[in-house]
């Protein structure tokens, strides 16, 4: 008896599913149902399926961590290695492997707005692409007559836009795309009113568009930063204005628009010219036009003083004397200048009929040379080769004569 209380009690067994459902039962009832964990992401890897996995870090541990799809595609910032957030979730034990994990349901970047950063992430994406740049900026017309304006029918910034257009170019002609400036799905809205309004333009004929709402905070404006927007911007043939907000508010839209105004009311200002200072400058046009007129009318007309108080114009029949004398000098000197032409053409025939009688074979015979054919073949005989024994031949001399002989040796 006094042994058995020395006994050790036997120990009990677990299967590695059962510690781990232990270890599982024990977080769960020692560690509250959501907790804050704030650490800097490491090792972040999206997979096909959406979710997320990575790890939280601090100087001197790690947490790996888990972050669902359908909560991923709620953030505006994207998350990136190295980058300190606050996240929200529950701790919990992934069974499989044995481990626990913080699975994560919302985040926010530490020491800035979720929406702050995911601006800087936009803004800098975007310019590293290019749609920022000047190259792509498409001039604004000089003298708009058909504006478009895209805006919320229920905002201040549409009368504000309108107004400020009328009271500076009422020659204009305004059509109005009634979207939704906020709220979910409001970028894509925007992103196809401005696609509409271009596969349109045909038919619309419009020379700019004004895309923009009144002020609010970052989350109001948001839809002028979304990527679907700016691309839309973009991609616009139509010049785009970017209307959006107060004067300190900037957003993805203004800086790849092709003009940006501080305020709706600026837009107006921007995209249309003061007609008072049109008139002024077509009625100062037309002074300078009327002067300048005015003085080369002057000029010329002293021009043509000047030339009509030439001889010519003194006596215009001068000159037509002055031809008719001229003729008549010419046929006074006709006959002494067609003998002398005369004389002239008829030395040069002699000189070259003498040329041609001193080359001709038929004047050596004048000097006591004779030629001698071949009856038969008419061939001139310049050889012994040239004829044959009994062979005709014809001797012609001097003044026609000619001498039949007949060829008795050789």
């Not at 271009?198 to 989350?219: C, F, H, T, W, Y």
């Not at 249309?272 to 036009?289: C, N, T």
């Not at 030395?347 to 009688?357: D, G, Y």
Request: with cysteine; glycine share 6%.
């Amino acid at each position: 008896m006094e042994n058995s209380l020395f006994e050790q009690p036997k120990s009990r067994v677990f299967t590695v599913s059962q510690i781990t459902s232990l270890i599982k039962t024990s977080l769960e009832n020692s560690l509250p149902g959501r907790v804050t964990i704030t650490g800097e992401i490491s090792g972040f890897k999206r997979h096909s399926s959406g979710h997320c996995y990575f790890d939280l870090k601090d100087e001197n541990a790690v947490l790996p961590c888990v972050m669902w799809g359908s909560d991923f595609v709620k953030l505006k910032f994207k998350p990136e290695n190295g980058l300190a957030i606050v996240g929200k979730g529950h701790i919990d034990v992934y069974v499989p492997a044995g481990k626990y994990q913080f699975y994560i349901d919302s985040m926010m970047p530490q020491g800035c707005g979720a929406l702050q950063l995911a601006f800087e992430q936009m803004k800098k994406r975007l310019e590293a692409e290019g749609l920022f740049r000047d190259e792509h900026k498409k001039p604004l017309p000089k003298f708009p007559f058909r504006i478009g304006i895209l805006t919320s029918k229920s905002g201040a910034a549409l009368s504000d836009i309108v107004d400020s257009i009328y009271n500076r170019w009422p020659v204009a002609k305004l059509l109005f795309y009634d979207v939704p400036v906020q709220g979910e799905g409001a970028a894509e809205k925007i992103a196809a009113a401005i696609k509409d309004v271009n596969r349109k333009n045909a038919v619309l004929k419009l020379d700019v568009i004004i895309v923009g709402r009144g002020g609010g905070s970052m989350e109001d404006l948001w839809a002028f930063n979304e990527e679907i927007v700016a691309r839309a911007i973009f991609a616009s043939e139509i010049p785009v204005i970017s209307a959006v907000g107060h004067e300190v508010d900037w957003t993805i839209a203004d800086f790849v628009a092709d003009a940006r105004a501080s305020t709706p009311t600026k837009a107006g200002m921007i995209a249309v010219p003061d007609i008072k200072e049109v008139l002024q400058q077509i009625d100062s046009a037309g002074k300078r036009i009327g002067q300048d007129t005015e003085s080369i009318l002057k000029l010329s007309a002293q021009r043509l003083k000047t030339i009509l108080a030439a001889a010519v114009f003194r006596s215009p029949a001068l000159i037509v004397r002055n031809r008719e004398q001229f003729l008549d000098e010419l046929e006074n000197n006709l006959p002494q200048k067609a003998g002398r032409l005369l004389s002239a053409v008829k030395l040069q025939i002699e000189t070259l009929a003498a040329k041609l009688i001193a080359c001709s074979p038929k004047s050596v015979l004048n000097r006591g040379y004779s030629i001698a054919k071949n009856a038969i073949t008419g061939k001139v005989v310049t050889s012994a080769a040239d004829v044959s024994i009994g062979d005709l031949m014809i001797t012609e001399l001097a003044n026609e004569n000619v001498i039949e002989s007949k060829v008795i040796k050789k």
